[in-house]
């Protein structure tokens, strides 16, 4: 009994999860993916979507989102650390790092097709545009 007990507990919380994070992934206004880190090449497959109050995507292994914290009046942009899903994977290193990226982003910036998250620390993560 007590097993099937969990079995629910963690049932119900994949889904609640599940929910918040399609959630926040709705309506981005573009989706973006990741080439760069500091100029070296991703090698893991990366999505990001942006909309003005959200952001959300698939890592390399979880689908993962968060809140856009934007207020050009004090000139401050920031993304929340991000939840996500818990999926265990060979990548999930190259993940761990993205995903540790992200709450000390600062600035966004879109050129032509691509669009550049600069770190607190200087760390520069390029996206391209996926068409669509």
């Known amino acids: 009994m007590k097993h099937l007990t969990l079995a629910s ?5 994949t889904t609640l999860l ?7 992934e709705a309506n981005p206004d573009e989706i973006w993916q990741l080439q760069s880190i500091n100029g ?5 497959s990366v999505t990001l979507g942006l909309s003005s109050s959200s952001y959300g995507g698939q890592g390399p292994c ?7 914290l934007d207020d050009p009046k004090a000139g401050t942009y920031r993304l929340t650390t991000p939840t996500s ?6 990548n999930a290193s190259a993940e ?3 995903f540790s990226l ?3 982003v600062t600035r966004a910036a879109m050129t032509g097709g691509s669009l550049t998250l ?15």
Not at 9 to 13: C, F
């Open 18 to 24: 599940s929910g918040c994070l399609n959630d926040t």
């Open 9 to 13: 507990a963690l049932l119900a919380a």
């Open 85 to 90: 899903t818990r999926m265990a994977c060979p």
């Open 40 to 44: 070296a090449p991703y090698s893991a």
């Open 62 to 68: 979880n689908r993962y989102g968060g809140q856009v």
């Open 102 to 104: 992200l709450p000390t």
């Open 96 to 98: 761990a790092l993205y």
């Open 118 to 132: 600069y770190t607190s620390g200087g760390t520069q993560l390029r996206f391209n545009r996926i068409p669509g």
